[in-house]
């Protein structure tokens, strides 16, 4: 399986960005997804994950409420709407997949497939 983030940009604070994240390859080993994000000079951090199904969604508490993440399986495809943009929002944005569990996960150890990222920036 491989995982190609997209939809970064720059952005004024306030603003909004949606993320994509398409798969491709071995598509059905595909179940728990999630988005983390990395700053300069900080460690990559939880944003936010979402189950197989799609039923069950877990946030960071620094983006609950600004930002959802959802996904369309006949697409194997992931979203992350991101609202109400701040400048601490700015990292470099990874998705991620589980190819064992369907239940979504804060962890990063839980993801085995990563893709590459894409650059957010959000001026104040």
């Known amino acids: 399986v491989q995982l190609q983030a997209s939809g970064g940009g720059l952005v004024q604070a306030g603003g909004s960005l949606r993320l994509s994240c398409a798969a491709s390859g071995r598509t059905f080993n595909i179940y728990a997804m999630g988005w983390f994000r990395q700053a300069p000079g900080k460690e990559r951090e939880f944003v936010a994950g979402i189950s197989w199904s799609g039923d069950n969604t877990i946030y960071a508490d620094s983006v609950k409420g600004r930002f959802i993440i959802s996904r369309d399986n006949a697409k194997n495809a992931m979203y992350l709407q991101m609202n109400s943009l701040k400048p601490e929002d700015t990292a470099v944005y990874f998705c991620?997949?589980?190819?064992?569990?369907?239940?979504?996960?804060?962890?990063?150890?839980?993801?085995?497939?990563w893709g590459q990222g894409t650059q957010v920036t959000v001026s104040s």
């Open positions: 991620a997949t589980n190819s064992v569990s369907s239940l979504a996960s804060r962890t990063s150890n839980a993801y085995d497939i």
